[in-house]
């Protein structure tokens, strides 16, 4: 197996401080166990390429406060209730968790205590065990937006901004208060090296709100999870899937560390690189909707080195992941390519610049 990075140069990457190699972060992405028959031959490739960093995972709180389930917290839960009774086939988006406000106060009484001692439990072995020298993060999904809508339901949450802005804005807090809490347990109890979390705050048109409706329930509460981060040695990457532009100006204010995918064909990459390039670093993400499902391992190599290319300046600022999870129909030999041009032209690219 090839050597990963050790913490400093992933950290040069981060910082513009000139890396000796393009990162690579490809595996959390890419899961093995998707590819059925062929999950062999995926951990074969994954053991021949690093991930230039290492993860953990808090316990974070059950949606439902439901003692049937595996491993269930009683109480440590988003909602103080049982999970309804299946209403038939719909989409995620759908679900209607908080079907009325006037659950809000209860909900907010009974919300999860930060504090839980098992939330790290395991954690610092794991870091122990396999992340000596590496560069190390704590990671959950479903941030702001994610979990407002999970809660609320999308159409109601989209209605909530103008129509019920105060409960909105009391939801929010107490997940920034909660989020903001774990951060900090983050860096004094793990000592980990970033943060990152998921909210996907945009389509492949356009965003999924206003600049101002982001600008009043989403940007201060960003601001003050990034102060925690930074404010407790780390670094704070999103993951925000769709045409973010509106906004990037937004995080470059508040201090947006790493920004992943810059999502192929909602974008300008040129454009994106030309005016943030130096601002944000970019978890560059492979477009797993047609290069790498459908293009040929030629197709795949051309559109590695374009990422590089596009992204990595003299001071770095650029490293290399899926856009998002790489699906089972994914030819092998299109993986291989992915992982293998990653790995050599972002050692090429680099060596360009010393």
């Known amino acids: 197996m090839r050597e990963a990075l050790p913490r400093d140069e ?34 074969e490739i994954q053991a021949e390429y690093p991930q230039d960093f290492f993860l953990i995972i808090p316990r974070m709180p059950a949606h439902w406060d439901d003692p049937a389930a595996e491993g269930c917290i009683p109480g440590y839960s ?18 209607v968790a908080i079907a009325d406000w006037s659950q809000l106060d209860g909900i907010l009484a009974a919300w999860p205590d930060s504090s839980l001692p098992q939330m790290y439990d395991g954690t610092r072995e794991q870091i122990q065990q396999h992340a000596a020298g590496r560069y190390t993060g704590m990671h959950w999904w479903f941030c702001f937006y994610e979990r407002l809508w999970s809660l609320r339901g999308m159409e109601n949450v989209l ?94 204010e508040i201090g947006l560390d790493v920004i992943h995918p810059i999502q192929k064909y909602t974008m300008d990459e040129r454009q994106v690189a030309g005016q943030y390039g130096g601002k944000l670093c970019f978890w560059a993400g492979m477009d797993v909707q047609q290069v790498l499902p459908r293009g040929t391992p030629d197709d795949v190599r051309r559109e590695v080195r374009f990422m590089i290319d596009t992204y990595d300046r003299p001071d770095g600022g650029c490293m290399i992941t899926a856009g998002n999870g790489v699906t089972p129909d994914v030819p092998i030999e299109n993986l291989r390519a992915f992982y293998d041009e990653t790995y050599n032209y972002g050692l090429e690219h680099r060596r360009r610049f010393r």
């Open 10 to 43: 992933v950290v040069k990457a981060i910082e513009h401080r000139g890396p000796s190699r393009v990162p690579m972060m490809i595996h959390m992405w890419n899961g093995a166990g998707e590819f059925a028959e062929r999950e062999q031959q995926v951990r």
């Open 159 to 252: 209605c909530d901004f103008y129509e019920n802005p105060e409960q909105i804005a009391r939801l929010i807090d107490a997940l920034c208060d909660f989020y903001c809490a774990i951060i900090e347990r983050a860096g004094k109890e793990l000592g980990v090296d970033f943060v990152f979390t998921t909210d996907d705050i945009g389509m492949q048109t356009g965003p999924m709100f206003s600049p101002a409706i982001f600008r009043e329930f989403f940007k201060p509460r960003y601001e003050r999870l990034i102060r925690t981060a930074h404010a407790n040695g780390m670094h704070f990457w999103l993951h925000t899937c769709g045409n973010v532009m509106p906004f990037l100006d937004d995080f470059v």
């Open 78 to 95: 988003w909602l103080n209730a049982p999970p309804p009774q299946s209403s038939g086939v719909h989409g995620h988006d759908a679900n």
